[in-house]
């Protein structure tokens, strides 16, 4: 498959994940490489954090409005903005003509009372903001950047929870709507991340179950970020590949290369029975991303980790999921 | 109703010696050990993902091997963790853990909403209030709701547990939380929730008192009508009905906890991963515990990248031939010297700040950690037996 068409299959995609797992690396990492194959991409970020921002090379955290981080619009381009629960509230309020009363409400601390009443009515508004952006189709793609540390869970089923609980009012009609979207797989698709270690491993599995019953979203390819290319070189006694490569290197120097390459290969080898541990728990295709032996995500960065991805698009069967919707 | 407590610093009614400066944050001298040995209360904190939960138990398994009574309040954990502590419900009641310490372990998986059930029957004036609240929506959702609630009843259990004073340490794990202060401010989050102005509004006996209110508090409850349906303001008025005159006993409590925080012999122990985002994250959180009052007692990087050289500066790794295995074995080196050097550079300023207490380096392991063998690995290397000292930073 094509990196357009898997970005075409459906118009939104949530790109979900326990935190420290790389959501924003790899949400980047997918806007460009969904803009480089001609795609005008949207990310939306909850809670207008730093990281997409660098990961394009530019400073400072997203707002409200919308901010070009690359290319051209129409012709491949990314654009980013914040939305948080309290900026989608201002606005539905400011929307249905409750302009004057939208920041007393936030700021009196009313929408607590309101959010205790009715969990998740933060989330819906969020998902319902994106739904509406979604039907301006002024995106081809919106990548949303699910909460970090917050229960892709919680986010993903308020909708659905909201309709058994309140009976009637606007907010009602809205998650209905969103539940909608969510559950339409030719509109909207949820990508989860892992790291392929033990723990990471069996809480995606669980997710993956929990969000495909409860939350009733489709989900795409599973992506596993930080894999360890494997290198079978690393076997050989370092001492010999030096005599090999006719150098000399010192006791220590030999011992230092051999105990890094030791570690590598237990961890490629914990590595390779959690990936095939998540394929049997997990009926999903994988994307792999390299771990990245800097810390730093920038432009270069963003390139490696989007060339993996595509590699692992293009092996993924042109039937998987579920048929493009334009 | 008008909050009484200074806004900050939010713990300044503490003792003395815990208004900590970044410069004194605490005792000098004190060994991440000395915390397992003398304290009575510890609470692990930092964002999500970085191992809270390991780091607690491991604490709290130390403290038992070093001869103590020791309790573990752990939220959440990670399901084959949980089942290495013989923890397989969530329960308000500690269980024994057995194994080959001389002190005793015991450990519980706070269940958020049992808690609040046991607050609300302890201040209920009548078993009649107390059904009333437990059966309302609103009540039953705020556990799962509320940001703060969960963090609000891991500090109420530990409260118990440390003044029952059957345990000689209680270590806390805090909630995954989008904000790692959220646990400080909990008490006083739902103090301020009861104590809104729409509960007397609520409060209200009859509609006649209705119309002597503002207009704009009016407008404000038919703004909650049309937005989230009428229903809801009847829940509301259901609940802060069913909360009347219990708000003062909860005001207390919290108030309690408060103290119980700026203790002496209360520690924070802050963990982090060595990536940079968790860093900033960590010591955005320092600095927010020290404007309370709090300081940091201890600090502990979970999963850093080993350093495979003793002496990995700048010195220049031999340039090997193009494709030769060696070429593959020093690129693999200078990945990982680049690693650890940049692990380290992100952690340097967090280490000046929290100065000084101790830093404890738990290396990336080759095994998950899933059991008291896990454990007692990950307590080692905490506790500096794994061949060097706790606080030496290695390049």
């Known amino acids: 498959m094509n990196v357009a068409a898997f970005c075409r299959q459906s118009r939104v995609l949530i790109v979900a994940g326990k935190g420290g797992v790389g959501k924003t690396t790899i949400t980047a990492a997918l806007a460009k490489l969904a803009s480089a194959s001609g795609l005008d991409v949207l990310v939306v970020e909850l809670e207008g954090k730093a990281g997409v921002p660098a990961a394009f090379g530019r400073d400072g955290s997203l707002d409200y409005d919308e901010t070009v981080l690359a290319g051209q619009s129409g012709a491949g381009s990314v654009r980013a903005r914040r939305i948080t629960p309290d900026d989608a509230l201002v606005e539905y309020l400011a929307d249905h003509g409750m302009r004057r009363i939208s920041k007393r409400l936030v700021s009196s601390g009313a929408l607590d009372v309101v959010a205790t009443a009715i969990p998740g009515i933060g989330d819906i508004l969020v998902l319902g903001k994106v739904r509406q952006l979604e039907r301006e189709d002024s995106s081809d793609v919106i990548l949303v950047d699910a909460p970090a540390t917050g229960h892709a869970m919680t986010f993903l089923s308020s909708a659905k929870g909201l309709l058994d609980a309140a009976r009637s009012g606007p907010v009602r009609a809205q998650a209905a709507e969103v539940v909608e979207l969510l559950s339409d797989a030719n509109r909207c698709q949820v990508l989860l991340v892992t790291l392929p270690e033990e723990m990471s491993v069996t809480e995606v599995v669980e997710s993956a179950y929990q969000l495909e019953d409860h939350a009733g979203v489709t989900l795409g390819p599973v992506i596993v970020n930080a894999c360890l290319p494997d290198e079978p070189l690393l076997s050989t006694d370092p001492i010999e590949a030096a005599r090999q490569a006719g150098l000399d290197i010192d006791d220590d120097l030999a011992a230092a290369i051999g105990r890094a390459a030791q570690f590598r290969v237990n961890r490629c080898r914990l590595q390779a029975e959690q990936l095939e541990r998540l394929a049997l728990e997990l009926p999903l295709p994988q994307l792999r991303a390299q771990f990245l032996f800097g810390s730093h995500i920038g432009p270069d960065e963003l390139e490696l980790i989007g060339a993996d991805l595509a590699l692992g698009v293009e092996r993924l069967e042109d039937e998987h999921g579920s048929e493009p919707h334009r | 109703m008008s909050e009484r407590v200074p806004v900050a610093p939010l713990y300044s009614s503490g003792h003395s010696t815990a208004t900590g400066n970044a410069l004194s944050p605490g005792p000098s001298g004190t060994e991440l050990g000395e915390l397992a040995d003398d304290r009575s209360v510890v609470i692990t904190c930092g964002s999500g993902g970085v191992g809270k939960t390991t780091v ?287 692990e380290e550079a992100a952690l340097a300023q967090l280490v000046l700040r929290v100065a000084p207490s101790p830093v404890a380096r738990v290396p990336l392991l080759d095994i998950d950690v899933t059991d008291a063998a896990g454990l007692t690995i990950v307590a080692d290397h905490m506790f500096g037996r794994d061949g060097a000292a706790p606080d030496e930073p290695r390049h």
């Open chain 2, 56 to 342: 607690a138990a491991a604490f709290a398994l130390e403290a038992a091997r070093r001869g103590r009574r020791v309790c573990v309040v752990t939220i959440d954990p990670a399901k084959r963790l949980a089942d290495a502590l013989g923890l397989d419900t969530l329960t308000n009641t500690p269980k024994r853990i057995e194994g080959r310490w001389s002190g005793e372990l015991w450990a519980l998986m706070l269940d958020a909403k049992g808690t609040f059930d046991d607050l609300v029957h302890r201040y209920a004036a009548s078993p009649e209030q107390a059904d009333g609240i437990l059966a309302n929506r609103i009540y039953r959702n705020l556990t799962g709701a509320l940001s703060g609630t969960q963090e609000y009843m891991a500090m109420e259990k530990l409260y118990e547990l440390a003044e029952e004073g059957a345990y000689e340490i209680v270590v806390v794990d805090t909630p995954p939380t989008r904000n790692a202060v959220d646990f400080l401010e909990a008490p006083r989050r739902l103090t301020r929730f009861l104590g809104h102005r729409l509960f007397q509004l609520l409060l209200m006996p009859t509609r006649a008192y209705l119309r002597a209110v503002s207009v704009a508090t009016q407008a404000l409850l038919r703004t909650i009508s049309k937005v989230a349906g009428a229903d809801v303001v009847e829940d509301a008025i259901a609940f802060f009905q069913a909360f009347e005159g219990m708000e003062e006993g909860f005001r207390q409590r919290a108030d309690h906890m408060r103290r119980l925080l700026a203790r002496r012999t209360t520690a924070f122990l802050l963990v982090t991963s060595p990536r940079a985002d968790s860093v900033d994250e960590a010591g955005w959180f320092a600095d927010k515990l020290n404007e309370s009052g709090l300081a940091v007692e201890g600090l502990v990087v979970n999963r850093v990248h080993p350093s495979f050289s003793q002496d990995n500066g700048p010195r220049a790794l031999p340039r090997a031939p193009k494709g030769s295995a060696l070429e593959t074995l020093v690129e693999n080196l200078r990945g990982y010297v680049a690693v650890n050097e940049r």
